[in-house]
């Protein structure tokens, strides 16, 4: 950080007296700090610190928000509590995955401006840092935790429960003593004792990646392979370990196979000794035959000099073991290739019925569907996912202001006009590309008009109006409908339509005549009845239909080649069954591959449904529009997602061939942190695709080892929709309910062949500490010899 930074950051750690403001209006001055030992935000009600009890909020979970901009301060602002004016001074910090937030008023600008500029500084360190320092970070939080009297010192027996209790690193006493005896810490030996940067060094020697170090035995050619990734638990890695380092070179064949081989510390030389290292050759060899990459001798040296961590591998250009571990843990290094992750490559210029829509269903929920709270800030985090269609609810309200209601439930109405500003704000801040507002209209006529007025005044010309979306023939590009907002509802008179209307058809409410003109001309996305193909084949491009999970999924069974044609000129949303109150959500792969637009889900769910769609829309940079397959847009196609043996296939293509070799991971949590007991893990890899391509393999399990366990477990999968496909990874539990650890979710197309490594999310797709260490191999049999 530069100077002035650091000046910001210290003031934070100094602390500030601000006004903190509750929901209701209330407020109370409080005593507000950053810890940096354990990178958390204190909050003390008293305006003096260290008295009465500190609330502590982990930085890496918070999110710092300028301006009257939170429910809460919009709440405030309604009911005059607060006068805008004081934008300026107000701010808020959102945690709990965005669920609650801290609204806090400052005395002056430049109070403010300091915590916002230190908050997003701090949060972007806890967050963006490269994997090891994140690692190191977490590590140092834990060993702070563990620090009851703060002297900045843990005794071998704190050290041995912090590693059993929060690590999955389970040791008996005298495993714990002889590992410790092994390293290189003859300070900490002494003193009986271990600092923060000691029990680091200590961790890292635990977590040795012996997987590693196979690889440069095998690339450098220097000495035997490394034979100790067969299955070994902490408890049984090379425990009779020992180095004398006046006969290293004498025992290179012996301890060239063993994880520990190498003393911890910033000035170890061992590798020039021992071999285990690679040259710059080596490492261009190895980044050809394996990562697919072919680099210039220039550009596999700065690859050196920028992961190596020692001064003898820069000098030397030489990359040892920390550097391969630091690169293979780097962003480019990620499963997911760089260019899908990082930038919109796809073409944004087709109709955009041309594309999967990343949509919520109920944005307005953030439990399940009969309570809980109904809150702009759903659609806030909503929107920062990528999600580019949301759900209204509009209900009249008591005061003769529309609201956003769950009809029929205990869930609290919300504020229409505080959701549209929230909305407002954040509709374009992760895609540039069009937001849908789907409305749910159930208000009066008078109440409609109110509902338009507010459309109007918060958005303007954002709207995309009928009179332009009927001046068209097809709909228009996500290219050409950039920066627009899109108002899909029902505008069709009641008492002119001859049908029974059903549960799919969730926008109409029978107890509504019709839809003011002045709401109807602000709709471009005209909801309609679906009354089968036939008559479908007649409408406008401006009509859409919403379909039950049981209808569209009947369609699917038996008229797969329809609803493909269908969705080449017309949107379609799918939306959760009624009897899902538990807020689970409908099966997503067979509606996509059906070319279903929007496939509606309960974003604040954790399942597997979010989760593969949080890999489907993790590509194309997340902006929420991903390009259907040709096979899907096609005016001829005779593709059917259903048929194992189709002519389309036998006719067009030959399948691809993927072998995964699932080597390791790396930091598994437990199953919560009241769990004392260590995991058993194995891994679980599952293809979602079309019927023939599904398949399911799994590993072995480990036996209580959630730090390191190593597999080195091949599966082999023959895929024949790859555009389709998505690979899902498990980590579980061996217990009875084979409890799910971290998972992640991936487009086969999106992958990257090589040695890469895996950010385990938690179910609500939040990053965590954990990797998975795998080997991708992509056979494309239509090349193979």
């Known amino acids: 950080?530069?100077?002035?930074?650091?000046?910001?950051?210290?003031?934070?750690?100094?602390?500030?007296?601000?006004?903190?403001?509750?929901?209701?209006?209330?407020?109370?001055?409080?005593?507000?700090?950053?810890?940096?030992?354990?990178?958390?935000?204190?909050?003390?009600?008293?305006?003096?610190?260290?008295?009465?009890?500190?609330?502590?909020?982990?930085?890496?979970?918070?999110?710092?928000?300028?301006?009257?901009?939170?429910?809460?301060?919009?709440?405030?602002?309604?009911?005059?509590?607060?006068?805008?004016?004081?934008?300026?001074?107000?701010?808020?910090?959102?945690?709990?995955?965005?669920?609650?937030?801290?609204?806090?008023?400052?005395?002056?600008?430049?109070?403010?401006?300091?915590?916002?500029?230190?908050?997003?500084?701090?949060?972007?360190?806890?967050?963006?840092?490269?994997?090891?320092?994140?690692?190191?970070?977490?590590?140092?939080?834990?060993?702070?935790?563990?620090?009851?009297?703060?002297?900045?010192?843990?005794?071998?027996?704190?050290?041995?429960?912090?590693?059993?209790?929060?690590?999955?690193?389970?040791?008996?006493?005298?495993?714990?003593?002889?590992?410790?005896?092994?390293?290189?810490?003859?300070?900490?030996?002494?003193?009986?004792?271990?600092?923060?940067?000691?029990?680091?060094?200590?961790?890292?020697?635990?977590?040795?990646?012996?997987?590693?170090?196979?690889?440069?035995?095998?690339?450098?050619?220097?000495?035997?392979?490394?034979?100790?990734?067969?299955?070994?638990?902490?408890?049984?890695?090379?425990?009779?370990?020992?180095?004398?380092?006046?006969?290293?070179?004498?025992?290179?064949?012996?301890?060239?196979?063993?994880?520990?081989?190498?003393?911890?510390?910033p000035a170890s030389t061992i590798s020039s000794v021992t071999g285990n290292y690679m040259t710059i050759e080596e490492v261009k060899e190895f980044m050809l035959n394996e990562q697919k990459q072919s680099l210039t001798l220039t550009q596999v040296a700065e690859l050196i000099k920028k992961f190596d961590p020692s001064t003898e591998g820069k000098e030397c250009i030489e990359l040892g073991v920390d550097g391969l571990r630091e690169m293979l843990l780097s962003e480019e290094n990620q499963l997911m290739k760089p260019e899908h992750r990082n930038t919109i490559y796809q073409d944004m210029t087709k109709p955009i019925t041309h594309y999967w829509i990343n949509t919520s269903h109920n944005t307005y929920l953030c439990a399940n569907q009969v309570v809980g709270d109904c809150t702009g800030e759903s659609y806030v985090q909503a929107l920062k996912r990528g999600c580019r269609s949301v759900e209204l609810d509009l209900h009249d309200g008591a005061d003769g202001h529309p609201v956003v209601r769950h009809a029929f439930t205990f869930i609290k109405d919300a504020d229409l006009r505080e959701i549209l500003n929230q909305i407002k704000q954040f509709a374009f801040c992760e895609s540039p590309y069009p937001l849908f507002l789907n409305l749910e209209n159930h208000c009066s006529i008078m109440q409609q008009k109110i509902v338009a007025i507010f459309l109007i005044d918060i958005f303007g010309p954002s709207i995309y109006t009928a009179e332009e979306a009927n001046s068209c023939t097809v709909w228009p590009s996500p290219e050409q409908l950039k920066g627009r907002i899109i108002i899909r509802g029902r505008v069709t008179l009641k008492s002119l339509m001859s049908v029974n209307f059903s549960d799919e058809d969730e926008s109409f409410d029978h107890d509504v005549s019709v839809v003011c003109k002045e709401l109807a001309v602000l709709v471009a996305c005209q909801n309609t009845t679906f009354k089968g193909f036939q008559v479908a084949k007649k409408h406008k491009h401006t009509q859409s239909s919403s379909l039950a999970e049981s209808k569209a999924l009947t369609y699917i069974e038996h008229n797969a080649l329809n609803l493909i044609l269908h969705n080449q000129n017309f949107i379609t949303r799918v939306y959760p069954a009624a009897y899902r109150q538990d807020s689970s959500n409908v099966e997503t792969l067979s509606l996509w591959n059906t070319g279903v637009q929007m496939v509606a889900l309960n974003f604040q769910t954790g399942d597997v449904s979010m989760s593969l769609n949080h890999g489907r829309f993790s590509d194309n940079k997340q902006c929420g529009y991903i390009l259907k397959p040709a096979i899907l847009r096609e005016k001829n196609t005779t593709f059917s997602p259903n048929s194992c043996?189709?002519?389309?296939?036998?006719?067009?293509?030959?399948?691809?061939?993927?072998?995964?070799?699932?080597?390791?991971?790396?930091?598994?949590?437990?199953?919560?942190?009241?769990?004392?007991?260590?995991?058993?893990?194995?891994?679980?890899?599952?293809?979602?695709?079309?019927?023939?391509?599904?398949?399911?393999?799994?590993?072995?399990?480990?036996?209580?080892?959630?730090?390191?366990?190593?597999?080195?477990?091949?599966?082999?999968?023959?895929?024949?929709?790859?555009?389709?496909?998505?690979?899902?990874?498990?980590?579980?539990?061996?217990?009875?309910?084979?409890?799910?650890?971290?998972?992640?979710?991936?487009?086969?197309?999106?992958?990257?062949?090589?040695?890469?490594?895996?950010?385990?999310?938690?179910?609500?797709n939040n990053p965590t500490t954990a990797t998975l260490f795998v080997n991708v191999k992509i056979i494309n049999t239509d090349n193979a010899t």
């Open 1 to 265: 950080m530069n100077d002035s930074v650091n000046t910001i950051v210290n003031k934070l750690q100094e602390g500030t007296s601000l006004i903190k403001f509750n929901p209701d209006g209330s407020r109370n001055e409080g005593f507000f700090y950053i810890c940096p030992k354990l990178n958390t935000l204190c909050y003390n009600p008293s305006t003096k610190r260290f008295q009465n009890s500190t609330i502590e909020y982990p930085l890496k979970d918070c999110e710092v928000r300028p301006g009257l901009r939170s429910d809460t301060w919009l709440k405030i602002l309604r009911s005059g509590k607060i006068r805008e004016q004081q934008d300026d001074l107000a701010f808020s910090i959102l945690h709990n995955r965005g669920r609650k937030s801290l609204d806090l008023l400052a005395n002056d600008t430049e109070t403010r401006h300091i915590w916002i500029k230190g908050l997003e500084k701090l949060i972007e360190d806890s967050i963006g840092k490269p994997y090891t320092t994140i690692t190191d970070r977490w590590l140092e939080g834990l060993f702070n935790e563990a620090d009851r009297d703060r002297n900045g010192l843990l005794c071998k027996r704190e050290v041995q429960i912090l590693l059993s209790e929060k690590l999955n690193v389970r040791l008996t006493p005298e495993e714990f003593e002889q590992y410790f005896e092994q390293s290189t810490l003859s300070t900490a030996k002494r003193r009986g004792q271990l600092r923060v940067e000691e029990f680091i060094t200590f961790y890292q020697m635990l977590t040795y990646r012996p997987e590693l170090m196979h690889i440069i035995h095998t690339y450098s050619e220097s000495c035997e392979l490394c034979t100790c990734n067969r299955n070994p638990t902490i408890a049984n890695i090379c425990p009779r370990w020992q180095v004398i380092e006046s006969s290293l070179v004498s025992m290179v064949p012996v301890i060239s196979c063993l994880p520990f081989a190498q003393p911890f510390g």
């Open 645 to 764: 043996f189709s002519a389309y296939l036998l006719a067009q293509r030959r399948p691809i061939k993927l072998e995964l070799c699932v080597i390791s991971a790396q930091h598994i949590p437990k199953r919560n942190q009241r769990d004392s007991a260590p995991v058993s893990p194995f891994v679980k890899v599952k293809i979602f695709g079309v019927r023939c391509d599904q398949n399911e393999q799994k590993t072995l399990t480990i036996s209580n080892n959630g730090l390191n366990p190593i597999w080195n477990h091949l599966m082999q999968f023959s895929i024949c929709i790859p555009e389709l496909c998505l690979l899902r990874f498990t980590v579980k539990d061996n217990d009875k309910s084979n409890t799910d650890l971290g998972q992640y979710s991936i487009p086969f197309l999106s992958m990257q062949s090589g040695y890469r490594h895996i950010r385990l999310l938690d179910i609500y």
